[in-house]
């Protein structure tokens, strides 16, 4: 995908909270990179659009969209990541979606480190299609 590299600890062993965190990354660029291809938004505008997209409650939704197409290994590592133990929960989001959001981010860092960012592109094209809060707001 954008940089890859080979990690000398087994993916296995990580934690979905490790996991998660590269995650929230790789759906970052995702967003980032088709609002700037697809759009003429300023950098405020393109901010206030990302945000609804990778925020706890817009990872709920876009997951909401995804979930039905995910293979057993994928809902697997959704689940560990929604049952991650977590000490704070996001200020506009319920703890329901908060640990949906981690679930989704947890699938997208596994697929990431485990170089599968074709799955990584069909799943996004998936959520793009589902989800585009630009259809709502008419940006």
Known sequence: MYLESETPVDIHEQSP???AFVGDGVLELLVRRRLVERTRLTPGKL???CVKYVSAKGQSKALE???PLLTEAEQAVLRRGRNASKATVAKHATPQEYRASTGFEALL???YLTGQTGRIEELFEALWAGFDPLEK???
């Open 65 to 67: 969209v995804i979930e």
């Open 109 to 111: 860092g596994w697929l």
């Open 47 to 49: 901010h206030a659009v």
């Open 137 to 139: 707001t008419g940006e």
């Open 17 to 19: 909270l490790n996991l």
